[in-house]
């Protein structure tokens, strides 16, 4: 197997801060253009930071978490700890990868180097359509949002509108969208932090707001802390996992970061404890301004909650911040698709002009390919406008639950390599292999609780068809060759 050993053919550096791959293996094609621009290392620490949390604060926590409490009631916020959990021993286990390994593609380029080409083109190309998916999500939310403002202008509209925005801003050079991301991940988070300290203001001193009485109390009130028993935690989970999808994206940065080996760490250590944390403590406080069974009743739960206190035009600005968080996160979802396709293409799992970037280092046909995907996805907001988020949130579920299980068996197996040659890591993963076992039971867990809903079922049966599709692909497209790693550089 390819973890036997671990020399790759070289990236040679062909100008300051770039990179290039000198050769491939049987069956691959190299760049059409060697001297063709290439992806540019412009991305800040702050930038890498801001577009994981971009990913992974958005259309979940402002509007899918009033799916989880209606499941769970306030007994969410055990699922919220479980999956966080997770979420940092994955989050560790890419990082570790990323730092010994940053190139384009991530974890696609991992299971190629650790598993085998197979796993690394049904990785990729999961994950790539766990964003597309992910983006429709966010699309409906805009939609939703923009009907608060313009009720009867039709929410495609604004659905496309947002399309089109992001399209464009991300042919723009990495480091304006890097710096677009930040700023866009910056309005949401100082939102969060802001309704988390009115809350905590409104439940220490007592305020009343809505005619309930604000306190600790409303987490045991109405049914009890679960109201449906462990059962409703278990059935959270999907839409808690969905919540936190993206977050993997932090991984794609790595090709484009400035000091990889220092920035993936920092960013690694500090995204998954900030968006627990985010999750956990805004939830937490909403529940406690007012009954569980009230949030969540119309649109999202955040606008309801401002709304509730009674401030001047606090629901409308709450409704602007909502916007930005799901533009935020369509944001983030197309620069980590494009960054795959273009790994994918670079590997042979995908067309060579995927490689062909732009005078901006933009990746032009992966952008387009993304582009009209999400115009698809218009199609079938008009064809089930009511359950297309529950349905696309299922779908991302699965896909993300797949992504995060290749993640962990591709860095079981590079740590099993090094430790067969005595190798040491700079940035191991706390507690393997064990962490890595009880990560992949929770991930078998989920796959399992999607069959117990409607929407659920769709998505294993929509994942099960996607899976097949893609074997039949790969068996069809992909040249049958002697496989060598390549464009994977090893830091020591």
């Known amino acids: 197997m390819a973890c036997t050993h671990d020399v790759h053919p070289p990236i040679f550096r062909n100008a300051p801060g770039r990179t290039m791959t000198t050769h491939t293996a049987a069956g691959r094609h190299p760049r059409l253009d060697p001297h063709a621009p290439e992806l540019e290392r412009r991305l800040h620490p702050r930038h890498i930071r801001f577009i994981a949390l971009g990913s992974a604060i958005g259309t979940g926590l402002f509007y899918g978490s009033a799916e989880t409490i209606r499941t769970a009631g306030p007994a969410v916020l055990l699922a919220y700890l479980a999956a966080g959990c997770v979420v ?34 049904l990785t990729g190309w999961t994950f790539t359509f766990e964003m597309i998916v992910v983006a429709i ?36 050079r990495v480091n304006v969208f890097g710096e677009l991301e930040f700023w866009f991940s910056m309005i949401k988070v100082a939102t969060i932090v802001a309704m988390i300290a009115g809350g905590l203001y409104l439940i220490i001193f007592g305020i009343s707001i809505g005619g309930y009485e604000p306190g600790v109390h ?26 936190f999808g993206g977050i993997e994206t932090l991984g794609m940065t790595a090709g484009e970061a400035e000091d990889p080996a220092k920035a993936l760490p920092k960013a690694v250590n500090s995204v998954p404890l900030r968006v627990l944390l985010f999750y956990v403590l805004s939830i937490g406080v909403m529940l406690c301004l007012f009954p ?34 799901a533009l935020s996160a369509m944001n983030s979802i197309f620069y ?70 290749v993640i962990l068996l591709s860095h079981h197996r590079m740590r099993q390599g090094m430790r067969t040659r005595g190798e040491r890591t700079g940035f191991p993963l706390p507690w393997w292999p064990a962490a890595t076992y ?16 409607a929407s659920g079922r769709t998505a294993l049966v929509v994942g099960a068809v996607w899976l097949v599709l893609l074997l039949l692909a790969y068996r069809l497209w992909v040249p049958a060759a002697g496989h060598e790693p390549v464009g994977l550089e090893t830091r020591r």
């Open 88 to 121: 940092f021993i994955v989050m560790r286990a890419l990082g570790e990868m990323a730092v010994r390994h940053p190139v384009a593609g991530s974890f696609a380029r991992y299971a190629d180097r650790y598993l085998s080409p197979r796993m690394a083109f």
């Open 137 to 172: 999500a966010d699309m409906t939310a805009v939609g939703q949002y923009m009907g608060m403002w313009f009720p009867d202008t039709p929410g495609w509209l604004w659905m496309l509108a947002a399309m089109l925005l992001i399209g464009g801003l991300n042919l723009l």
């Open 218 to 243: 409303h987490l045991v009130d109405h049914g009890g802390f679960a109201p449906f028993g462990v059962w409703g935690i278990v059935m959270s989970l999907g839409i808690v996992v969905f919540s």
């Open 292 to 325: 569980w069974d009230r949030i969540g009743s119309e649109g999202s739960p955040f606008v309801q909650v401002f709304a509730g206190l009674g401030l001047p035009a606090a629901e409308h600005l709450v409704n602007a911040v909502v916007l930005t968080a």
């Open 336 to 405: 980590a698709a494009t960054r795959t396709m273009f790994g994918l293409a670079e590997q042979g799992h995908a067309p060579a002009s995927f490689t062909h970037v732009s005078r901006f280092g933009v990746p032009f046909w992966p952008v387009s390919v993304i582009a009209a995907c999400l115009v698809a996805g218009l199609g079938l907001y008009a064809w089930i406008p009511d359950q297309l988020f529950l349905v696309v949130a299922s779908i991302a579920t699965f896909a993300t639950v797949l992504t995060w299980t």
């Open 438 to 453: 009880l990560a992949l039971a929770f991930m078998g867990a989920v796959v399992v609780i999607l069959g117990f809903s």
